[in-house]
Each structure stands twice: as structure tokens, then as C-alpha cells.
């Protein structure tokens, strides 16, 4: 999962200057995967997209890995750490 967002945002946003924390928790059913990006604040309008379309397509995309995987896919955007 993180190799797939990991490309779709350099696509997106054409910079390398991000990252990626991926956390797997086991569940009944299927896993969760919660995936945090950490970018710039420049490009996480880009990111959104106008009306949050972009991250909705973006979510829809990994969902769809997930689906393959038996895993749900949470994505969160946020501004660095210092």
C-alpha cells in the first residue's frame, strides 16, 4: 500500500520531499492499514484536490488493493514535524 500511494502523490505532485507512515493493525476479518502523509503545505492542496476529489480518488484506489489484500485502507493528510 505504501509503495502504491507513495507513487501516485510523486505523480501527483512531482516532489520526492515526503513520507509515508504505514501502520497494519490485525482484525477478525480483514486488516486495517492506516497510512499517514506527511508533505509540505504547499502540495496538500494538490493533494486534496477541489472538493476533496482528488483524495476521494485516491482512497478509491487503494481501497480497491485492499479489497485484493482483505484490508481496509485509511488514509490521513498532515503538514510535517518539525
Known sequence: MKKLLSYIIEEITGTK???INEEETPS???SIVNLTLAIDPKYIGIIVGKEGKTIK???RILAVKGVLENKLVN???KEPEP
Open 75 to 77: 488514509i490521513s493528510v
Open 57 to 59: 480518488n485516491i482512497k
Open 28 to 30: 477478525d476479518k480483514n
Open 17 to 19: 520531499d515526503f513520507s
